[in-house]
C-alpha cells in the first residue's frame, strides 16, 4: 500500500504529463486507500495543474499540452464531483467567462478556463457573441464574483467598456469584478474603461482571478 502522499503526487505528475487514464487510476485508487475528496481535488489534481500553470508561464509547456493537461484533470474531476457534491464542498469562487459580443474568438477564452478550473475555480462558460446583459444576467443568477471578458478583435473591444457600464447603472460594480483579455486588449485599454483586472495570458489570468477574488 503507497502512502497517501505518493498516491497525490502520482496523481499530480501523472496529470502534468497529459496521462487521462492513469490519472483516473489513481484517483480511484486514492479513494478506495481512504483518502479525502477534497485532498485528492487540492494536493493532487489542482496541485498538479498549478504546475503546469507555472510551466506554461516559464515556456516550459505548450499549449497542446495544457489541454492533455486538462482532459486529465477532468478524468479526475469525473469522479471526485459527484463526491464534492455530496459533501457540500464548494469550488473556491465562480467565474463567469465569455467572447463579447461580435466577436466568434474562442481558443483563448478556453485555455484561460481550463487553467482557472485547473485552480479550483467554477467557471461558468456563456460561449461567444456575448452581448453585456447576458454576462451580468448569468453572474447574478449564478451569484458569480467576477466576470471575464475576451476579445480577439478592436472593433469588438468596446462591448467590454459598455459591460462595466451596465455594471455600474445596476449598482453591482463592487460586487462583481470584471477582468478583460485578448490578443487587442492592453492594461492601459483596462484602466480606460475602468476594469478591474487585466491578464495578457492564462496562467496571468489565474493570477489576477484569485487576486480579485481575494484567495492569495
Same mark, same amino acid.
Given at each position: 500500500m503507497k502512502e497517501p502522499k505518493v498516491i497525490l503526487g502520482d496523481i499530480g505528475q501523472s496529470l502534468i504529463e497529459g496521462q487521462k487514464d492513469k490519472v483516473k487510476e489513481l484517483t480511484q485508487l486514492a479513494l478506495a486507500e481512504g483518502i479525502g475528496v477534497t485532498e485528492i481535488l487540492n494536493k493532487?489534481?489542482?496541485?498538479?495543474?498549478?504546475t503546469v500553470g507555472e510551466r506554461f508561464k516559464q515556456a516550459e509547456m505548450f499549449i497542446p499540452e495544457v489541454?492533455?493537461?486538462a482532459k486529465a484533470m477532468a478524468a479526475g474531476m469525473d469522479i471526485l464531483t459527484p463526491l464534492l +457534491?455530496? #459533501?457540500?464542498?464548494h469550488t473556491l469562487g465562480k467565474v463567469v467567462?465569455?467572447?463579447v459580443k461580435g466577436d466568434i474568438h474562442d481558443i483563448g477564452k478556453n485555455l484561460v478556463?481550463?487553467?482557472?478550473r485547473g485552480a479550483g475555480l467554477e467557471v461558468i462558460?456563456?460561449?461567444?457573441?456575448?452581448p453585456p446583459q447576458k454576462f451580468i444576467e448569468v453572474a447574478v443568477g449564478k451569484k458569480a464574483r467576477l466576470i471575464g471578458m475576451s476579445a480577439m478583435l478592436t472593433v469588438t473591444m468596446p462591448s467590454m467598456k459598455d459591460t462595466i457600464e451596465e455594471l455600474k447603472k445596476a449598482g +453591482?460594480? #463592487?460586487?462583481?469584478?470584471t477582468m478583460i483579455g485578448g490578443a487587442t486588449v492592453t492594461q492601459r485599454y483596462a484602466n480606460e474603461i475602468g476594469a478591474d483586472g487585466?491578464?495578457?495570458?492564462?496562467?496571468s489570468a489565474v493570477d489576477k482571478a484569485k487576486e480579485l477574488l481575494r484567495l492569495n
Open positions: 493532487g489534481l489542482i496541485g498538479g495543474m498549478n489541454l492533455m493537461a +457534491l455530496d #459533501t457540500g464542498s467567462m465569455g467572447t478556463g481550463v487553467m482557472l462558460d456563456i460561449g461567444v457573441d456575448v +453591482l460594480e #463592487t460586487q462583481i469584478k487585466y491578464a495578457r495570458d492564462a496562467s
